[in-house]
């Protein structure tokens, strides 16, 4: 719950800024130093599970959208920031021990298949340069980092055991919080390129296509079964964006 209200605070500070700085632009409609606009973003996402006997079994497409805004720093470059809601798809097997009848205390070991979704708020912050730039078209290539924050993580599972009578069972649940597995932070590099179309005056229609290699743990705590193994695992996807931009 604290994790959920601090990063609900971090989600309302953020759009303050965006707000007063929409409103600062809209008094300056004739400077270029500062833009803003929206964007819709289908997405393909993968996990690589770093942890000894996890098994992914699927990847998964997605979508996304947010806003975002450019600050022009000099003739060929721009700090390109925002923010956007994301959804990651988890799919893997992993083994597990749990209480599955809590009457007679007994702990299971098994295996566990778990699919998940996990919800973020995200902050990109990449810098942009201007490889071809003229008054209606231009080309930019772009690097950087994008901060992803978790406030939601469900997942509906089926754990594999041998009970007491040596007969194989499958105990299913669905709805299942997972927030302690999971990290509430992660991070992730932004490398692509994109163009724009100035389409009427100031509005400016944009394409970019972005790969976002995983670079922190998106899981937390050990394994149930081995205590002594860290579940760790890495989320990358690409990214397709389109939007327009004033």
Known sequence: MNKLRHQFVLFLLCLL????SL?????????????????????????????QDYIANSQSPGIAFGFISDYLISDDFMVKTGFDFYTLKLDYTMPYSMTVDESYQINYTGSLHRKAKL?????????????????????NAQLGLKFGFNFRSKADEDFTYVDLDMKH???????????????????A????????????????????LLVNPGITNI???FNTTNTNILNKATANSIELSIGFII
Not at 17 to 20: E, V
Not at 169 to 187: C, L
Not at 189 to 201: D, H, M, S, W
């Open 119 to 139: 919800n973020y708020f995200e902050i990109p912050i990449t810098l942009k340069y201007l490889v071809v730039n003229s008054n209606k078209f231009s080309v």
């Open 23 to 51: 409103k600062a632009s809209a008094q300056k409609p004739e400077s270029k130093l500062f833009r803003v606009g929206i964007k819709l973003t289908p997405n393909y996402s993968w996990v690589k599970y770093k942890t």
């Open 189 to 208: 590099l932004v490398v692509g390129g994109g163009v724009e179309y100035n389409i009427y005056k100031n509005v400016v229609i944009f394409c970019s």
């Open 17 to 20: 800024l965006f707000s007063s």
């Open 169 to 187: 069972q499958t105990f299913s649940r669905s709805g299942v919080n997972i927030n302690e597995e999971i990290a509430g932070f992660k991070m």
């Open 219 to 221: 899981m937390s705590g």
